[in-house]
């Protein structure tokens, strides 16, 4: 058995499932996701445990196993907590700015960046070097958090850029004099 796929996932009372067939949906406090999934695993929902169970010991449903168990437990956690990353932005005259549902970067191109925010995500600029990115879907919030960082990923001589905030940039030393 898979280590990840066998654990049952516990429901919170203020989450609903439904589950139809190959398709399950999560509803809960901050909003609601639905995905579909391999037809070959099933679910049992028991008491507030949800258990996903596979049809046989193939390599590829036991990867998709764990697989299917991780993504229910993390539809979940987003529709209870929700998910949030941050960025840092670092470098002279590099600086983030909100106006409305727009997000302006000033990363040392001829023109500030504009981008809207996607739906389903919240963007938010508490510092002018500074990014944080809500929202219920941990793929969307982490895929979005890429490509922001995307526009100037950190250098490793002034480590100037855009990075997570938890990130550690490896510096090089650089030239050296005579």
């Known amino acids: 058995m898979s280590r990840i796929g066998k654990k049952p996932?516990?429901?919170?009372?203020?989450?609903?499932?439904?589950?139809?067939?190959?398709?399950i949906e999560v509803k809960g406090p901050k909003g609601s996701l639905r995905q579909a999934f391999d037809k070959s695993m099933t679910y049992e929902l028991?008491?507030?445990?949800?258990?996903?169970?596979?049809?046989?010991?193939?390599?590829?449903?036991?990867?998709?196993?764990?697989?299917t168990r991780t993504l229910i437990y993390n539809m979940i956690v987003g529709v209870t907590e929700g998910y949030k990353k941050e960025l840092e932005i670092v470098g002279t005259g590099y600086r983030?700015?909100?106006?409305?549902?727009?997000?302006?970067?000033?990363?040392?191109?001829s023109h500030p960046l504009e981008l809207e925010d996607p739906k389903g995500i919240i963007v938010e600029v508490p510092a002018a070097n500074q990014i944080v990115?809500?929202?219920?879907?941990?793929?969307q919030v982490g895929a979005y958090a890429a490509f922001i960082r995307g526009f100037r990923e950190p250098e490793p001589y002034k480590g100037k850029g855009i990075k997570y905030v938890d990130e550690h940039i490896r510096r090089k030393v650089g030239k050296t004099g005579k």
């Open 133 to 139: 990115i809500l929202g219920n879907d941990k793929q």
């Open 9 to 23: 996932i516990e429901i919170p009372k203020n989450v609903e499932i439904k589950i139809e067939e190959n398709e």
């Open 46 to 67: 028991e008491d507030g445990v949800l258990t996903v169970n596979r049809p046989n010991d193939s390599k590829k449903i036991k990867a998709l196993h764990g697989l």
């Open 96 to 109: 983030a700015s909100k106006n409305g549902n727009k997000l302006a970067l000033n990363l040392g191109f």
